[in-house]
């Protein structure tokens, strides 16, 4: 492939589109981060790349840098970790098998999740997928969704906080690799990893010395310290680990759409760090306008 160029921008290195849970279509992500005065935005999709295309067909008229990208479901015992890759190659067929297996089991979860709400609540599997675009990868937030749609809940958040959050008892985890296997598979298909919004559980949740170092020995690039969900109180360790490890620092919003709260570029990577990591991106190359 081609060897990427070298540039520096300022980017919103984490942002969602209707081929997950966000709420805006893969292009008009870009209009949007025109507007928001961005230079470069990172799809990230939940375990897809199907936005892609869509993106980078939008960034000549957009005027906005696209780096392909993909969040990554990995899972660390009981909880959930989310693994950010960038650049990497679309068609690496590991990443590609280990990605389809994730969407089969979330597909599943839901359904099973669905089936358990629906003895107590009016919902079903019909009114999820109103919720979703076609060939989404379908998640919760897409029965938050249409729970919000039939008055069991008053916007997302709430539905999370309370009939999806896991005291519920309708909860159902879905498969997902551990986070070195996620690192790695990132790494073989030339991509680079950051992990994801790494203190929203506060500061004693915050990784181990001795569990992050077997993460960079893996192939670990950086930690997304700068997302509107870390607790404030985890900041100053997360800086302090990637001093460290020599790790990079990532800023980024997480944005959903309407689905969340987050805004589009409230959050950013600063152009050096952004230089660095398509420096190291080897599977794919940065959109430019």
């Given amino acids: 492939m081609a060897e990427a160029p070298a540039v520096a921008l300022e980017a919103d290195l984490h ?26 935005i990172a799809l990230t999709d939940h375990d897809s790349t199907a936005g892609w295309a869509e993106a980078a067909a939008a960034v000549p008229a957009s005027g ?29 067929p590991a990443l590609v098998a280990e990605t389809r297996r994730i969407r089969e089991s979330r597909l599943s979860r839901a ?46 958040s709430a539905a999370f906080a309370g009939i999806l959050h896991p005291r519920s008892g309708y909860a159902e985890p879905h498969y997902a690799p551990d986070p070195i296997t996620g690192i790695r598979l990132i790494r073989e298909a030339g991509g680079v990893p950051v992990l994801a919004h790494p203190g929203t559980r506060g500061s004693d949740a915050v990784v181990a010395p001795g569990r992050l170092a077997q993460l960079v020995e893996a192939g670990l690039f950086g ?48 152009p050096e760090v952004v230089a660095r ?13």
């Fill in 64 to 92: 906005v840098a696209l780096i392909p990208g993909m969040e990554l479901s990995t899972r660390e015992g009981y909880h959930s970790v989310h693994m950010l890759g960038y650049l990497f190659d679309p068609e690496h």
């Fill in 111 to 156: 359904e099973q999740i669905v089936r358990r709400i629906s003895r107590d609540y009016p919902l079903t599997w019909d009114d999820v997928l109103a919720h979703s675009a076609e060939g989404a990868t379908i998640g919760r937030p897409h029965i938050a969704d249409a729970l919000v749609a039939r008055g069991h809940a008053p916007d997302r």
């Fill in 223 to 270: 930690l997304e310290v700068d997302h509107p969900e870390n607790e404030p109180s985890a900041l100053p360790r997360l800086r302090e680990l990637a001093a460290q490890f020599g790790l990079a620092i990532t800023g980024s919003s997480d944005y959903h759409g309407d689905g969340k709260p987050n805004r589009l570029g409230e959050q950013r990577t600063a």
């Fill in 15 to 40: 942002v969602h589109s209707t081929v997950s849970d966000g709420t805006g279509a893969p292009a008009q992500l870009l209009f949007e981060a025109a507007e928001a005065g961005l230079q470069a």
């Fill in 277 to 289: 990591l398509i420096a190291e991106g080897r599977g794919s190359t940065p959109v430019l306008p």
